[in-house]
């Protein structure tokens, strides 16, 4: 498998996490797109979402894409947990300790100057739980980021969405191959629990009236819920989506020793020209969220929210197969690149 590899692997090393415990020789897997410029100023950080892997979110990557290799040197960091980076699946039978975002800005941060030596950021994207990281990548390193898109994210993880995380892992532990603590086998009715939970939140109660599946060929409500979301998840080991689900719920940008947890001081730090692009419907990610922080970027360069028009809920922000969501991302992205 090791010759099929598509990606590249920056090893860490022994890593003090911010609980205090040390990572035994943690694991960032990437890949890059596009050239890096002598003066290493056309760089775009482009973090991954819950339970994605690089290849899932190259979709927007292409000289007539949202984020175009001809012009930018774009770099995928995988997120802990996916199963590429360290995750439960790859790191032994021992338990997975607790990670935050605050330790995949870190490592990720390692990354970008001690493999590259870069020092700016152009722009950083990203989607749900890409877009917390852009975010806390604009916070932590406020002189670093020049541009930050944070597409259907938040500052931190809302009570409204953790209660919605809480739903997900019920569905997964549910299942009887999670027994004392750990999954035994595959969890397959778990796996579709998760998904028709996954169905109901993710997109929009419009999505479902005016029967918006429709446009990319499901036949009926019922083959739209078997084939979009009932084995969505399984492709993702059980345990890998957990640690996720508990990096996600941990969210917030002023969690840690540089803010102490105050918000409005984190907000305050991030200097870029911040783009705010929920979906108008998501319904974890909610628009007010979004509302509440632009009024706390004070000393951004530029702070705008943008909601997208769709009736897509949460995918509005990942819309692979939906033309008109994705000319508004593509859109609002060279808007922000221009500034």
Not at 145 to 169: I, M, Q, T, W
Not at 229 to 240: H, N, P
Not at 293 to 298: F, N
Request: proline share 5%; glycine share 10%; hydrophobic share 40%.
């Amino acid at each position: 498998m090791t010759g099929q590899r598509d990606y590249e692997i920056f090893e860490a090393g022994d890593t003090t996490l911010q609980s205090g415990t040390v990572f035994p020789a943690m694991k960032l897997a990437y890949k890059t797109y596009g050239t890096l410029s002598p003066a290493k100023d056309n760089v775009i950080l482009y973090p991954t979402s819950f339970s994605a892997q690089h290849v899932d979110t190259e979709w927007l990557i292409g000289p007539d894409g949202v984020l175009d290799p001809t012009r930018y040197f774009i770099i995928i960091p995988n997120l802990f947990g996916n199963g590429l980076s360290s995750s439960p699946s790859n790191s032994g039978n021992g338990p997975f300790p607790q990670l935050t975002y605050h330790d995949a800005i870190t490592v990720q941060h390692r990354l970008l100057t001690e493999r590259f030596g870069i020092t700016k950021l152009a722009l950083v994207y990203g989607w749900s739980m890409g877009g917390m990281q852009a975010y806390h990548w604009a916070a932590l390193h406020p002189e670093m980021v020049d541009r930050a898109a944070v597409v259907c994210g938040s500052a931190r993880c809302a009570p409204y969405n953790y209660v919605f995380l809480e739903s997900v892992k019920a569905a997964l532990t549910g299942d009887p191959a999670f027994r004392d603590g750990r999954f035994v086998e595959k969890p397959v009715g778990g796996y579709r629990a998760m998904g028709r939970v996954y169905a109901g939140w993710a997109m929009s109660h419009g999505f479902y009236r005016d029967e918006l599946w429709r446009e990319a060929g499901f036949t009926s409500l019922e083959d739209y819920l078997v084939r979009a979301w009932d084995t969505t998840f399984a492709r993702r080991d059980a345990s890998d989506l957990l640690a996720q689900a508990g990096i996600w719920q941990g969210g917030d940008i002023s969690a840690c020793a540089a803010f102490g947890g105050d918000l409005d001081r984190a907000l305050a730090a991030i200097k870029a020209h911040v783009l705010l692009m929920p979906g108008a419907t998501d319904r974890y990610f909610d628009v007010r969220d979004n509302e509440d922080e632009l009024g706390k970027l004070v000393n951004a360069k530029s702070a705008v929210l943008h909601p997208i028009p769709s009736l897509h809920g949460h995918r509005a922000g990942n819309p692979v197969n939906n033309p008109r969501d994705q000319a508004f991302l593509k859109a609002e992205v060279a808007a922000l690149l221009s500034k």
